[in-house]
């Protein structure tokens, strides 16, 4: 406390408190809190304090109670068209905080959602995955119904009523759901470092929330019940003096419901591996666009004061020791976009407003980007720019020209010229059209300071000479550079982690359904142990066999796919279609989804038919 300290190495502080850390999960992330005073004292941040057009800071606003904000929101609606003059329509509105991270995506001042699609959409998922586990449990349950036959009829046969034996075998399964709970959250502390690791969270289980505790016993409720309601009822439904008799064969019609349960497994495995190629698909799709500029040797660092102080010096020293082609600055890296302005133009149409992307530059940004200038030129030292603009391919098409240069347009309330057009730059979303975008000379409006490097077959080597550049002019920092294209990359994280996720659920399901099927395989050849002898003593080879205890399973598989094809084929396609630039799914993926499927499933089938058909049928039909 009380102790002073310096700010961009030119203002002095003194520390006036000690802030409890943030939590990892806050949307407010810091290391030190300025007055906004000393912010002002920048020409442009106090010029802002009067212009009603510029949003370059949020505003927080606390209400006494949860009715005030549709009061507020009345009253501010259109507060800066109020104090504007302008054709651009501008609503304000307040947005509470708890909403910001899971509904952040707007469309004309409307919520369309955001993350908590994601959320509710892999949340239906993991209920498919636990649904499909309730399944194995009933078809196995079923299954080996005669296990327990003689158990019921007796129970019955001195007295046991129905609705007990119900309860009964509910409780199994709700001790089963206990246990299996119990085993899942061990497992889940195990794998929770690694979940952090993938989503690049620090995510972890409050044992204290009462919430945690009721959605988990509702949880274990729900799935208990759920895995042994149909058990329950159809062993409590045997007849005491059919089972005493053994004459508790439930035949083809009583294995139907089984059938039906593992062909809606197979659907919905059918329908996850359809949506994990088309997530590869999007994916592959975008990482081969083309963005506009050349990312390959591009690194841009922080313009600190110092920096741009001396950035002639920089860039001199820089391309005059071989270290680089080509240096510019700007008020944003090629990767991201921080201004956003209205532009007017001739034959406007009323009522049209467009945001377009903005971008100062000094001399060489285009050279340096690799950017294409498709008409005009770039800004030169033969000119004097300070009232030129140049736009992108996109800015000109919305704007509706056909010979853009030389034409006068309107920023700030300011008369300005179109000197240049350059191609399209991806700057923002990868997956979205390019924005319209316009750059302005505007050499003291800096954020980023970018280089060309020059190609060497040693790069640790190369950056090491650029940070001593960096350093002799800028001492008080350390040295910090991103890559263009790693930063490119980050940009395909969110669907990244959206096809990882997909690839483990879509596992999950395959590996559950192919537990159930082993184990269903397995009991129905054994079921079938004496058919199977007789039909050998009989004749029939080996290769029979097989084929005919995998005709049931393979002919499910095709009436699942008919079902499971079609649906994952539209899932899919109608997700891809939130990305403005996006593939689609082929219908051929749809045939090799089925075959593969089946390959997989006729072998573990086939695994059992083989291990039935290779006993020998005297062992078989000795008891015969």
């Not at 700007?330 to 532009?343: A, E, K, R, W």
């Not at 142990?529 to 066999?545: D, F, Q, Y």
Request: aromatic share 12%.
């Amino acid at each position: 406390m009380n102790q002073t300290v310096k700010l961009d190495n030119e203002d002095e502080l003194i520390v006036t408190g000690v802030a409890k850390d943030v939590p990892g999960n806050s949307s407010f992330q810091f290391d030190y809190l300025l007055s906004h005073a000393l912010y002002r004292q920048q020409g442009w941040v106090k010029n802002s304090m009067t212009t009603w057009q510029n949003f370059s800071f949020p505003i927080y606003v606390e209400t006494e109670a949860a009715g005030d904000e549709k009061i507020v929101n009345d009253a501010i609606l259109n507060i800066v068209n109020e104090h504007t003059t302008d054709n651009v329509k501008r609503e304000v509105f307040l947005y509470p905080m708890e909403r910001w991270r899971l509904h952040s995506n707007f469309r004309n001042g409307v919520e369309t959602g955001g993350l908590i699609d994601s959320v509710n959409s892999f949340s239906t998922i993991a209920g498919f995955i636990i649904l499909i586990a309730c399944i194995n449990f009933m078809n196995l349950a079923t299954a080996r119904s005669e296990k327990r036959a003689r158990e019921v009829g007796i129970r019955k046969a001195i007295g046991s009523q129905r609705r007990e034996l119900i309860i009964q075998f509910l409780g199994e399964s709700l001790l089963l759901s206990f246990i299996a709970y119990a085993c899942a959250m061990l497992l889940t502390e195990i794998a929770l470092p690694f979940y952090n690791a993938l989503l690049n969270k620090r995510l972890f289980i409050d044992f204290s929330s009462w919430q945690f505790w009721t959605t988990s016993l509702v949880l274990i409720m729900i799935t208990g019940v759920v895995a042994g309601s149909y058990p329950a009822f159809f062993l409590s439904s045997f007849k005491p003096v059919k089972v005493l008799k053994g004459s508790i064969g439930s035949g083809k019609r009583g294995s139907l419901p089984r059938k039906i349960l593992v062909g809606f497994q197979f659907v919905f495995s059918i329908f996850a591996t359809i949506c994990v190629i088309g997530m590869y698909k999007q994916i592959a799709h975008v990482k081969a666009r083309e963005v506009g500029y050349v990312r390959e040797n591009l690194i841009y660092v922080d313009a600190a004061s110092e920096i741009v102080k001396n950035y002639d010096a920089v860039k001199n020293e820089l391309i005059d020791n071989g270290l680089a082609l080509s240096v510019t600055r700007s008020n944003s890296p090629i990767t991201n976009v921080y201004s956003n302005n209205f532009l007017e133009w001739p034959g406007m149409p009323d009522g049209v407003n467009v945001s377009f992307a903005t971008i100062s530059t000094g001399y060489d940004y285009t050279k340096t980007m690799g950017l294409k200038v498709l008409q005009g030129r770039d800004f030169s030292r033969e000119f004097n720019d300070s009232t030129s603009i140049i736009v992108n391919q996109a800015a000109v098409d919305i704007m509706g020209m056909t010979d853009p240069i030389g034409t006068e347009v309107t920023l700030w309330d300011n008369k300005r010229t179109i000197v240049g057009v350059v191609d399209n730059a991806l700057m923002g979303s990868p997956f979205a059209e390019p924005l319209p975008s316009l750059m302005i000379y505007m050499p003291d409006w800096v954020g980023t300071i970018t280089i060309r490097l020059k190609e060497s077959e040693n790069l640790s080597e190369q950056m090491s000479k650029v940070e001593a550049v960096i350093k002799k002019y800028n001492p008080a920092y350390p040295f910090s550079y991103y890559f263009a294209d790693q930063e490119f990359n980050k940009k395909f994280r969110g669907i990244s982690l959206v096809q990882n996720l997909m690839d483990i659920f879509a596992g999950l399901a395959l590996v559950i359904t192919g537990l159930g099927l082993f184990g269903l395989a397995a009991f129905t050849s054994e079921q079938r142990n004496r058919e199977i002898g007789i039909r050998k003593v009989l004749g029939a080879s080996l290769t029979n066999i097989v084929t005919m205890i995998s005709r049931d399973f393979s002919f499910l598989i095709l009436i699942a796919f008919i079902f499971a094809a079609p649906l994952g084929w539209y899932a899919i396609n109608n997700y891809l279609t939130r990305y403005v630039y996006h593939t689609s799914v082929d219908w051929w993926v749809m045939p090799l989804v089925g075959v593969s499927i089946f390959v997989i499933s006729f072998a573990i089938v086939a695994t059992q038919a083989l291990r039935a058909g290779m006993n020998n049928p005297v062992e078989t039909l000795r008891s015969e």
